[in-house]
């Protein structure tokens, strides 16, 4: 986006900033022009506001409340700019060709001009208040503002944050946390996930039995326990009226929030089908789901109660919700029980449709239909793109980038949160002490350094990329704390991405202020995670020969030291300081604290290592693993790491529907007589055992010779095959695990490619 500097009224407020280099503003997300001189503007009980326009109003009136809660009190407000008085401006003032949202701060003297639409005025008193919070005075009751000059305005005009409340539910006033808490990184749109297989969160009136029935489970599954199933036993429950709807609808709008809510379909509707078993094709019984995953049972497509249904549902959800967007789902909707349904059949022959997908496709051209007809888009996962996309249809791209690639590129709008990136529901850190989490690995660095336009778009095709969106999928995620916890400060790390220019992006710059800006989060009680800044250790091979390797520690925060111990004791003080990389060449445990002024920061750091004959080894993969889950370097599995079973360490090679295939050079001829090899154990995630395990040795790297299969394979979710052999000598080891394929019917994750996790092949 190409824009004039002048375009805003506030151009002249660079004039004066032409004076030599002063130190930069701490602001997030990066400004498109900052500019500081030496002076300040006190902020006090003395200092007023001026409100220069009738749309000011309520900008003001949440400026105030927030400076009440800041400062403790509230500024008078007047309609002329006094003389000798300290004064904050609030100008809604700018020309049509400026970009939308854009705003300006020009702070001199005795006056703060705040100026942009009303979108942007708000979005300056967000610059402002973030600069107020780290310039208070020590008694907390006034403010030092800068002299500096800021012009602004966002890379992306969909800039979004996803909840799921259907999994957990989350009360109003969590809501309005989540949404303030946007609101100061300047996020716009907030999209409410509220309806799923395990819980209908939304009042509908006509259908009183989607609350009374659907919005209750009889018990939530205990941690990963698919196989055999354990639950809690424990009741689980809620929903919000109409009427705490709109109150959060109105929340938002003032704070320059969009709410696009979510109402699935055709799939994970298990709630609505319990409630009105007449939606599905089997007519049930049904009950709310329990556990996580994907269930079977979907609104029926061939009957048209089912539309009436949902338009009457719809219906209901226009008059609540203002915004454009209905989101309505559309994915991970299994076929099998349209493929028995007699009236899913006749629906395919008497439109002519190619099979079930195309099935889905209709049933999503028909919903858009009904609700283009209301004035209203829909937005759907990039499953809708399965059997031809709707006319008109945003999509939301999660399986990767490829569905928005092909969206973008039929000229339709698409938002990027592909789950490599944007999952908040991932694990931040491959600490072993992170609460339970869906599984992946996605630390703050990856989702700043994403660009939502993915390279393989040309420019003109570029321009249907409106943005992205992080999700947060709260399968094990059950509190506030928690919730805090997986979102911040990555959010912070997204709001970046998506509002600043990418020229005006610096991971290490970002980090510098993130630091400043944690003191807010602090003053707020966010529970947010620190491993952004704490121990972060990397392990590679030892330059010092082979068959070793090494460990690095590093922080990125300032004055701090880093103090460790290789015999499992706890590490304090007292122990040696890390100076350099740390030579591993025996089973050990290496622990780690960070220290600041003598008191630990953030997490203890703890590593395991196991050496064995083919640690540090060269190894070749024949097949290589899905690139989502793929740690980057075939050394991790020989690294002398054993992963974990929450798969967050970043060591796990995920390979779809193919076989692990790895040749190990053990680089020398050497007697060996046993393999140990860690799978995961799944099925609810879709991750299987193998159904063969094969080893093979050979001396010229050509000719190999079988040394065992096994075929038979028990274990819980953290599966480690052990097998001893006779010795025998060889340089080469070739390890085959056979992937099962396609997942066998009555299994999770039917008809679909099965996941195999492997991690460390260790020899002995």
Known sequence: MKIRKASLVIAAAFVFCQAMSQPTLSIIPQPYYTDVQSGTVLISPQTVIVSINK?????????????????????????????????IIFDIKIKTDAPDEAYGIRAEKNTIHLYGDGKGLFYA??????????????????????????YDYPRFHYRGLHLDVGRHFFSVDVVKKYIDLMAY????????????????????????????????????????????????????GGYYTQEQIREIVKYASQRQIT???????????????????????????????????VYDDVFCAGNDSTFTFLQNVLDEVIQLFPGKYIHIGGDECPKTKWKACPKCQQRIQENHLRDEKGLQSYFIRRIERYLNSKGRSII?????????????????????????????????????TPGKYTYFNYYQSIDTSEPLAIGGHLPLSMVYNYDPVPAGLNAEDAKFILGAQ?????EYIADPSLLEYMVYPRAIALSETLWSQKDKKSPDKFLTRLKVELKRLDRLKINYSKNALGIIGTIGRSPSGPGTVQLQLKSKLDNS????????????????????????????????????????????????????????????????????????????????????DKFNDNNWFGFKGEDLDATIDLETTTSIKGLAIN??????????????????????????????????????????????????????????????????????????????FVDEIEIY
């Not at 079988?706 to 052999?725: A, H, N, S």
């Open 679 to 756: 799978f995961i154990n799944s099925p609810g995630d879709w991750i299987y055992p193998p159904t063969a395990l094969k080893l093979l040795v050979s001396n010229d790297g050509f000719v190999f010779k079988e040394v065992f299969t096994q075929t038979k394979f028990e274990g819980g979710r953290l599966m480690q095959v052990t097998i001893p052999f006779d010795p025998v000598s060889a340089r080469y080891v070739q390890v085959i695990a056979e992937n099962m394929g396609r997942i066998p019917r009555g299994k999770p994750g039917e008809g679909n490619p099965a996941w195999l």
């Open 259 to 293: 709410i696009v809510p979510e109402i699935e379909m055709p799939g994970h509707a298990l709630a609505a089908l319990a409630s009105y078993p007449y939606l599905g094709c089997t007519k049930g019984p049904y009950a709310v789901g329990t556990k996580w995953g």
């Open 380 to 416: 759907g996962w990039d499953e809708i793109l399965e059997g031809g996309l709707a006319p008109n249809a945003t999509v939301m791209s999660w399986r990767g980038e490829e569905g928005g690639i092909a969206a973008a590129k039929q000229k339709h709008n698409v938002i990027m």
């Open 561 to 644: 030291t880093i103090h460790y111990t290789l015999d499992g004791s706890d590490p304090t003080m007292n122990s040696p300081t890390y100076t350099g990389p740390i030579k591993i060449t025996t089973t050990e445990i290496v622990r780690a604290n960070l220290y600041i002024n003598d008191t630990i920061f953030g997490r203890e750091y703890r590593q395991q290592f196991v050496m064995h004959k083919a640690t540090g080894k060269k190894v070749v993969l024949t097949t290589q693993p899905d690139r989502d889950y793929n740690p980057g370097s075939v050394f991790d599995l020989v690294n002398g790491v054993e992963g974990n």
């Open 55 to 87: 749309e000011a109003p309520p900008t003001i009136e949440y400026f105030n409340q927030y400076l009440s809660n800041l400062l403790g009190y509230k500024l008078k407000v007047v309609t002329s700019t006094p003389r000798d008085i300290p004064a």
């Open 125 to 150: 008193v967000q610059t402002m208040l973030q600069l107020m919070e780290q310039h208070l005075a020590s008694d907390k009751k006034s403010c030092s503002f800068p002299f500096c000059g800021i």
């Open 470 to 474: 992080a999700n947060v999928w709260t």
């Open 185 to 236: 990184y300047k996020f716009n749109m907030f999209h409410w996930h509220l309806t799923e297989d395990q819980g209908w969160r939304i009042e509908i009136r006509k259908y009183p039995k989607l609350t009374q029935v659907g919005s209750k489970r009889s018990e939530t599954i205990v941690a990963k326990n698919f196989d055999p199933y354990i639950g809690d036993h424990t009741p689980y």
